[in-house]
Each structure stands twice: as structure tokens, then as C-alpha cells.
């Protein structure tokens, strides 16, 4: 590798050992559990670049062709699926320098930015001026605006503001192929590639620049808990909640074992006694041997733990939180009341513990691997009418392994994403058969295998499991933006997997299937909306947005950035690819399983149902002013 002549262009470069060993890994748990352990670690690059300019990618993109090198791209190294780590031989190309906020404008409510811009510098150069843009993971302050778009990034107020992929209007990638426009900036000539790049994880392009939609700074906010008496009963409050329009910002709900063990506002007087965990590490603390070793019983017995914490009872904790101005929360506080009146009120301390300490999470995880373990977290997510399976599923293959606990967040008119938090013995076997076990049982259970942490190295298999057939779309892609196969190779989707067999072709119709439950409607697209409304109202429903077009031909034509940020027109896909498979896409709201395929099926196979959100037909004026609120706010 001649790394003179990269040098030679101005780009700061590095071959050193320090600076290359920083480069081995990303924060992949199963990654940090070797290294606790002085097990060996993931190869070393074979340099890092910091670049400063779209212009200096281009450069070392071009370098890293000419010498037959490999590129890893690296945001802020926060990703959890081991998607950014270095590979031997790999130029590492480090966005960290590109971090200026080139301009704002507040009419149109956009910020455009260098793509290597920290969230939280982001967050605070905007609340200077009164905006936001209500992007707001647990990694804000350790993760950028490039690492959003390539992993779908969730924030934890997306049920209001939408997941990145809904904010991000227009955006600029590095490609071995030359500079990709997507979005506003895309060209009206060509396929707006905007879906596809959202969730290529760095093995397409380098995003480099972003144009973001921002909202202003809620002028108050209302945090609020409520104990409700089980899981059924908070689903149905938070499924109303969002299917009335009411939009929340915090919609948070523990299951039994996270309100008792998790370090939360407890939901009643009765559960603020030690934790199981707790009282386990009281009493080994003073025993000479057992205290650095604490942590070892309760995680060789993990069904043993995770029983005793059942036994506790099945109260849960449920946050609420609306933001805006007095007016709007007013409204909309009084909207919520029917929904939340079987939960008792627990007063606004346990909503505002939660809104202090929401980044606490990512700073929690090394004690566990300190003490003779590991820690990690999977989300997964569905529709309202699955999530009850995928939860009970999903929890009982990580308790084989594990101590679990989980809450419900992000959460949709359709649907609702699962977040696993567990702790397992210091085992990468242990590690391994878990995810193994829990990734199959969310396959099996029709969820998506991640909502918002992205793919990596740890979901590759099951995230092409998931796109099914679909993936013969994606070696044409890679091949039109990265024909050589540079960009973070041996990530995201795995090679040569014989995709699952596909659903069989619906018939009958206009309407296939109506899930009323989840408000979705499976639905011919070639037929006129009237003819799809007549059928849907004798079930008391209507299509949420009926366009004046047949559904396939509306559908074809959307740019998805253009949309607002909550709307989702489109949730599912059924199509025969040119092999004369069938795939079905669209499992769960607002998968980051690579790339949205969805839209480009609807292009490039024989489209033979979609899956579309859909209203009760008494659903009022009020009810739907509700659901663009947040433009007024």
C-alpha cells in the first residue's frame, strides 16, 4: 500500500499502531467480551483516514481503488452489530473531521450539515438558534449523522418525530462510482436511491452531507407514569394512543422484569424492595472470593432468576409524554385520558427520572463484562396484532441464556418495537447460541430482526433471511454504485443463502386480509381506491390516504423524503421477482434491516398485493387534524 500518495493529497493519514488498534472494533458486545477476557481481537486496518470534504473522500475512495484496498467507513464507532469495525488490510476513512452545520434555514425547516457532525453538537448548535431535530438515541453524544442514515437510526422520541430515514430529506454519498444525489438532491431523471441508501451500513458510499428536517424547541413538556394492572392492558393504552393520532413524544413501557429490576421509578410502593440482583451482590459483597465473582450465580441460572422475577407480579410502568406548546399538550393530554384511565397515575416524577437519565444506558454495560459477564440488547419489533407472540417468543429463547428484562418503545400506528436488555456468563459460546436462538425465534414470529441498531456483522445472516427473495436486488445495485466490491465488504447481507420460500399469490380481493387490530389492510393496488374503500367500509374502515390513482401507480411515483415525517403510505409488499419467486416485505414499522427494498419491488417485480394503513371510517375531523399536528407545534 503506497500510503505516500494518499498522504500526497492533504488527507491526514495514519498507519500507526495506536492509531490503527483504536480502529479494530466497534462497541459490538460479543467484541468487548473478548477483550475483558484477553481473548484475541478482530484484525487491525492497515490505516485510518481523516478526511475533511467530500472532495477528500472522492480521494481516498479513488487511492483505495487504484491499490486494491478495502474501505471501512467510521462515524463515531458507536454501532453494536460489529458494522464499522476495521478489517485487515482495510483503509479505515473516519468522518469525525467533517463536522461543520453548513447552513440552516428556518422557513423551510432544514439543516444541512457535513455528515460527520456528532448528534448532541448538532442538537446544541440548533437549540442556540430554538430548533431541533428530535433525533434523540442513547448514543447522541458517542454518534453521527452518517452512522443515522447508514444504520436507520430510531431516536427514543421517533413515535412524534419519526426515525431518521423520516427526517432525512436529502442527502450526499461518496461512491467508488462517483457522488450520489438522493432525495431533494436526486435527480427527477433517475430512481431516487434514498430508501436504499438509508441502511446500506458503509458498503455502498460514504454519506458526507445531510439535509435534515428540524421542528422547534417544545416550548413545554409533560412526562408522566402510570401503573397498569398487566402488558395487555398498557398495549391496548399505547396502541390508542398512536392510532387516535395523538402523536406522544415518550411512549415507554417496562415489561414486569425491567419496572422491578431495571433501576427505574418503580410502579408502586410494593416494588421498591432491593432487586433480586441487588440483594445477590449485598450479600457476596463481604465474602473474600465471591465479590469480584458477584455477578457468576445469578447468570448461571438465568431461567432460575428470570422465574423468581415472574413471580413478582405483572404491574407495569408506562411513561407518557407530550411536547409543544401549553395549548397543544393541553389538547392532547385530555385526548389521552380515556386510554390511560386503567393505569393509576403515578404523578410526573417517574416520566421526569426517566427524561434525566435517558443516555444513562450506554454507560452501564463495562461493570457487567468487569464483573464476570456480558451485557447487550436486541430490538425487534411488529405489528400491534403479532407483538404479544414476538415478546413471549423472543424473551423465552434469551432466558434460556440470560437474565431478561425488556421495554416497549418506539412505537407506531401499526406496530411496536421490543428492546431486550440481558446479561449472560462470560461465554462467547453462551453469546452466540443466544442470538442464534433469539434471532430465529423473531424470524419465526414474522418481526423484524432489528428496529433501529442496524445489521453489522452479528445480523447479516438473519437480516438476509428477511429480505428474502428481495435480495436479488441488491447485486445489481452494489454493482451500479460499487462494482469492485470496496466499500465494507462481508457486511450487511450474507452471499449465496437460498432465499425462503415466499407466500403464495393472494386471491379474491379488492381486500386479501385485514388486520384491524394493527389498522392495515392487504389490498390488490391495481384496482381504483374507491373500489378498495367499498370493500374496507362494510368492515367499518377506509384507506388512510386515498389518492385519485390506482395504489400501485401513486405508490411508484412517491419520493419517499418528501413525506411527512410520520406518515408511512406504504407498509408491505407482496411480489414475484424475475425467478419466479415470491417475497413478502414489510413485517414490522420501520425495519433497519438493510436497505428499504420495498419501494424499488414496487419498480423492478410483479407487484401482487400491498399492505396499507387504513382508519376507521367514524375516525373524526379532530382525529386526523391530530396527526399532522406536529407542523403546528
Known amino acids: 500500500m503506497d500510503l505516500e500518495a494518499l498522504r500526497a493529497t492533504g488527507i491526514r493519514t495514519s498507519d500507526k499502531v495506536l492509531d490503527v488498534d483504536a480502529y479494530r472494533r466497534d462497541l ?30 472522492a480521494l481516498a475512495i479513488a487511492w483505495a481503488e487504484r491499490e486494491g484496498a478495502t474501505i471501512v467507513p467510521y462515524g463515531a464507532g458507536s454501532g453494536v452489530c460489529g458494522g464499522a469495525a476495521g478489517q485487515a488490510g482495510s483503509l479505515v476513512i473516519d468522518t469525525k473531521r467533517m463536522s461543520r452545520l453548513i447552513s440552516i434555514d428556518e422557513d423551510a425547516r432544514m439543516v444541512h450539515v457535513q455528515a460527520g457532525i456528532i448528534g448532541q453538537h448538532l442538537e446544541d448548535a440548533l437549540g ?32 412524534r418525530y419519526g426515525t431518521f430515514a423520516d427526517m432525512l430529506h436529502a442527502a450526499q454519498a461518496i461512491t467508488p462510482a462517483g457522488t450520489l444525489m438522493t432525495g431533494a438532491w436526486a435527480s427527477s431523471h433517475e430512481e431516487d436511491l434514498q430508501p436504499i441508501l438509508c441502511g446500506s451500513e458503509g458498503t455502498l458510499g460514504i454519506v458526507t452531507e445531510a439535509l435534515i428536517r428540524i421542528a422547534p424547541l417544545p416550548q413545554e413538556w409533560w412526562l408522566r407514569g402510570y401503573a397498569f394492572p398487566d402488558l395487555e392492558t398498557a398495549w391496548n393504552a399505547m396502541r390508542g394512543l398512536m392510532q387516535d393520532g395523538l402523536w406522544p413524544s415518550a411512549l415507554r ?97 417517574p416520566g421526569e427520572h426517566w427524561f434525566a437519565h435517558r443516555h444513562d444506558v450506554s454507560y452501564k454495560l463495562a461493570p457487567v463484562f468487569a464483573g464476570g459477564g456480558f451485557a447487550d440488547t436486541m430490538e425487534v419489533a411488529t405489528t400491534w396484532s403479532r407483538l404479544p407472540r414476538l415478546y413471549n417468543r423472543v424473551r423465552a429463547a434469551i432466558g434460556e441464556h440470560g437474565v431478561v428484562m425488556a421495554h416497549f418503545s418506539h412505537a407506531y400506528p401499526e406496530g411496536c418495537s421490543i428492546y431486550f436488555s440481558f446479561a449472560g456468563r462470560d461465554r462467547l459460546d453462551t453469546y452466540d447460541q443466544l ?27 438473519a437480516a438476509t433471511n428477511e429480505q428474502g427473495a428481495a435480495i436479488e436486488l441488491w447485486p445489481e445495485i452494489k454493482a451500479k454504485l460499487d462494482p469492485r466490491g470496496t466499500m465494507n465488504p462481508d457486511r450487511l447481507y450474507v452471499e449465496g443463502v437460498p432465499p425462503p420460500a415466499g407466500p403464495p399469490s393472494p386471491s379474491g380481493g379488492p381486500v386479501y386480509e385485514l388486520d384491524t ?48 415525517r410520520w406518515e408511512d403510505p406504504l407498509f408491505g409488499v407482496q411480489a414475484r421477482m424475475s425467478s419466479g419467486q415470491s417475497v413478502q416485505l414489510g413485517f414490522s414499522p420501520r425495519s433497519a434491516a438493510g436497505p428499504d427494498l420495498r419501494w424499488t419491488l414496487l419498480r423492478k417485480a410483479t407487484v401482487e398485493s400491498v399492505q396499507v394503513p387504513i382508519v376507521p371510517t367514524s375516525m373524526g375531523e379532530q382525529m386526523r387534524a391530530n396527526s399532522v399536528d406536529w407542523k403546528q407545534s
Open 517 to 564: 387490530r394493527s389498522r392495515l389492510a392487504t389490498v390488490d393496488p391495481r384496482v381504483a381506491p374507491e373500489r378498495v374503500n367499498e370493500a374496507l367500509s362494510a368492515q367499518g374502515f377506509r384507506l388512510r390516504t386515498v389518492p385519485s390513482q390506482p395504489l400501485l401507480t401513486w405508490l411508484s411515483s412517491l419520493k419517499p423524503s418528501t413525506l411527512p
Open 435 to 461: 442470538w442464534s436462538d433469539a434471532l430465529a425465534a423473531a424470524s419465526a414470529c414474522g418481526g423484524t430482526v432489528t428496529h433501529h441498531h442496524g445489521v453489522g456483522q452479528l445480523k447479516a445472516l
Open 253 to 349: 413501557l417496562y415489561d414486569p422484569a425491567d419496572t422491578r429490576i431495571g433501576g427505574r421509578a418503580k410502579a408502586s410502593a410494593a416494588h421498591k424492595s432491593p432487586s433480586i440482583i441487588s440483594r445477590i451482590r449485598k450479600a457476596v459483597s463481604g465474602m473474600p472470593g465471591l465479590a469480584q465473582h458477584m455477578l457468576d450465580l445469578p447468570l448461571a441460572l438465568p431461567s432460575l432468576v428470570n422465574r423468581l422475577v415472574d413471580g413478582l407480579g405483572d404491574e407495569v410502568l408506562l411513561i407518557v409524554g407530550f411536547d409543544g406548546s401549553a395549548d397543544r399538550i393541553a389538547t392532547m393530554v385530555g385526548a389521552a385520558q380515556p386510554h390511560l384511565a386503567a393505569g393509576r397515575d403515578l404523578g410526573a416524577e
Open 28 to 57: 459490538w458486545p460479543r467484541d468487548t467480551l473478548r477483550m475483558y477476557r484477553g481473548r484475541t481481537l478482530p484484525d487491525a486496518p492497515r490505516a485510518v483516514a481523516w478526511p475533511e470534504t467530500s472532495e477528500e473522500v
Open 128 to 159: 442556540e438558534r430554538g430548533w431541533m431535530t428530535g433525533h434523540s438515541p442513547s448514543s447522541i453524544m458517542c454518534s453521527t449523522v452518517g452512522g443515522y442514515v447508514a444504520a436507520r437510526s430510531a431516536g427514543q422520541f421517533s413515535s
